[in-house]
């Protein structure tokens, strides 16, 4: 089998990116959310936010120069925060936060967003963060608690036409390697 290899996402991606994404978020969030809410969440949110790109913390995962997953890191605010204003902004502390994290359905469940997660936690560290924060989408949820994040408060985010997207914020503290063989891991 080809090593999975991931690399820096540029502009030049965004395109292949978003229609992985939108794929994904159809076909793996179905059993968690109904289609009128994934295609809210989709046209009215998006999937993800290019300054991700933009700031070189969006990563791909790629088999065979076959795009199979993706995902970041930012301590920027997420777009999809305009829909919750929960917290007024310039009164948070920067924190790390996961950031739209897809694997393309026919490589789901076989590793690849762990490894992505493993890729993201070792770079937030590298940027001196201790913890890694995120809003898991329901269909998220099982790979982030088998990784280690702790369930925080339930997100309901209120889309146009009052359509309601749940979701879950959860984190997990980071500790650094032990070894330079960790670290190359």
Not at 42 to 71: F, K, N, P, Q, R
Request: some cysteine.
């Amino acid at each position: 089998m080809v090593d999975l290899v991931i690399y820096t996402a540029s502009m030049a991606d965004r395109t292949a990116l978003r229609l992985m994404q939108a794929h994904a978020m159809r076909r793996l969030g179905a059993d968690f959310y109904p289609r009128n809410a994934i295609d809210a969440f989709i046209s009215e949110i998006g999937t993800m936010d290019d300054h991700l790109i933009d700031d070189g913390t969006y990563l791909i995962a790629s088999l065979g120069g076959i795009l199979v997953g993706s995902g970041g890191w930012s301590t920027r605010q997420a777009s999809y925060s305009k829909c919750n204003a929960v917290d007024d902004p310039a009164t948070i502390a920067p924190k790390a936060t996961v950031r739209s994290v897809y694997v393309h359905p026919t490589w789901a469940r076989r590793g690849i967003g762990g490894q992505m997660m493993k890729r993201i936690e070792r770079d937030i560290m590298a940027a001196g963060f201790a913890k890694a924060s995120l809003t898991a989408t329901l269909s998220g949820v099982p790979l982030y608690r088998h990784l280690g994040y702790l369930p925080g408060r339930p997100v309901n985010l209120t889309l146009p036409g009052g359509i309601n997207f749940g979701a879950l914020e959860m984190d997990k503290p980071l500790s650094c390697p032990t070894s330079r063989q960790d670290m190359a891991a």
